[in-house]
């Protein structure tokens, strides 16, 4: 199970609403930040919200552990990533056989637009994070 620390912002019937609460520096950098905390600070200057189950009936603005299943990462980076790939080559491909250099554009095209949809047909995650326990601090673990 991967866990995170969070703090819960709202509440919306059985889930909640939380934002990562995840020190500035873990004490691999010994306080000097990295290169991703620069880029987090810069590219979401607001902190992004996440949905997860709230199953402890954690209320706003207490401290809690988030968990994921470790497999529910690799399979939404094989959905998201991998999956409309594998169809943009494979229409490409096919296309390329049928029709030349536009089928290929247009087989590459219909790859995609098959994935898209994939996706959407997906888009409610099999398993959604889960608040584990009340009480948050430190880095992420696993």
Known sequence: M???PARITRLDGDSAW???????SCGACAGKGCGSSIFARVLHA???E?????SLGAAVGESVVIGLPEGALLGAAISAYLVP????IGGALL???????LGAVTGGLCGLVLAALNLKR????????VVLRRGGSGCASH
Request: glycine letters at 8%; zero cysteines; charged letters at 20%.
């Open 2 to 4: 991967i866990e995170t």
């Open 122 to 129: 997906r888009s409610a995650p099999a398993t959604m994070p």
């Open 50 to 54: 996440y949905r997860v189950e709230n």
């Open 18 to 24: 939380v934002v990562g609460a995840a020190p500035s």
């Open 85 to 88: 790939l594998l169809l943009l």
């Open 46 to 48: 607001d902190e992004p």
């Open 95 to 101: 296309g390329q056989q049928l029709a030349g250099e």
